[in-house]
């Protein structure tokens, strides 16, 4: 027995969404934590997802946990990204300084596809049941300022995975670093969500097969040209296939920037755009991701606050 989403389209666009097969009393999932392969952040996502040499960010954590320091001052930031209607992801994300040189961070990531059709292997018009699944992230660390040019950082992750009342949980670290190598140019490289599988359990069912977690490695860099623009690039190994990611950002007016960026070797995915609006102490982002063969529009949108 198979469990579908709503359309095949869905399923494709996604390329993320668990995909999970009952074989007797066997239960198969071929790929899980659907959430954790999405880009995080609006301003990173504009930007090709380029964001390991990203310093000062709230949501550049999620890419390299040595982010959060140069975040003085209390930072949050709430995001929310519209896939299709019946998928949809939340984040809460915040750093703050502790010392001069150590920096606490965490976020929430929250993961729905509901009204996923059940169906056997027969195709048939109407499902036999409808079911929803979920993914949660929580992820905690610190971030140490080194030297005045050397950052680093680490954060402590669980995840849990439900699938039509199946369940499961895993530990994932994340670590990475930063250098500063003069006032235009920084370097990043970071790990995420580094951990040991997992597999989901049923009162009652046997448990599935073991779920590999998403972990992405990631060496890029920053460069600020006169102030107001930055162009980014990564170097990402994701799923035993390299990426490259692109991307720039132009501040046009004090509270105005417009991003645009470029990811590479993706089946559905490339150009990314974006922009955000900030007043005093908040800034909104958004960012625009197009997938190809007519599969639809992502949105995100972040709004952050430093206190």
């Known amino acids: ?49 380029a964001s390991a040499a990203i310093a000062a960010d709230a949501n550049a954590i999620a890419y390299n946990p040595a ?11 709430f995001g929310h990204t519209v896939h299709w209607e019946n998928i949809r992801m939340e984040s809460a994300f915040f750093g703050t300084g502790l010392t001069p040189n150590l920096y606490l961070h965490g976020g929430i990531r929250y993961g729905a596809a509901d009204k996923i059709e059940k169906r056997g292997n027969v195709p048939t018009e109407e499902p036999e049941a409808v079911f ?23 954060a402590l992750g669980w995840f849990i995975e439900e699938i039509e009342g199946y369940r499961g949980s895993a530990l994932n670290i994340d670590l990475g670093a930063q250098a500063s190598v003069n006032e235009q140019l920084d370097l990043g490289v970071a790990m995420t969500n580094v951990g040991s599988s997992f597999t989901i359990t049923k009162a009652g069912q046997r448990g599935s097969n ?35 990611h692109l991307g720039a950002e132009a501040q046009l007016h004090e509270m105005f920037s417009v991003r645009a960026g470029y990811m590479s070797g993706y089946d559905t995915k490339n150009f990314t755009a974006g922009a955000s609006f900030g007043y005093r102490n908040i800034i909104v982002d958004y960012a625009f991701v197009p997938f190809t063969s007519n599969l639809g529009t992502s949105h995100l949108f972040n709004i952050t606050f430093t206190l």
């Open 1 to 49: 027995m198979k469990y579908h989403l709503t359309t095949l389209v869905l399923l494709t666009i996604i390329s993320l969404s668990s995909t999970v097969t009952l074989r007797g009393q066997d239960l198969e999932v071929v790929d899980g934590l659907f959430m954790l392969k999405n880009d995080h952040g609006a301003r990173a996502s504009a930007m090709g997802a």
């Open 67 to 77: 982010a959060a320091v140069g975040l003085d001052k209390f930072t949050a930031s």
């Open 132 to 154: 929803d699944a979920h993914d949660i992230s929580f992820k905690t660390g610190l971030a140490y300022r080194t030297s005045p040019r050397v950052s680093i950082g680490v």
């Open 210 to 244: 073991d779920i590999p977690l998403p972990t992405v490695y990631r060496v890029g860099g920053s460069y600020l040209y006169r102030t107001y623009y930055r162009g980014v690039m990564d170097l990402v190994y994701f799923d035993d296939v390299f990426h490259v």
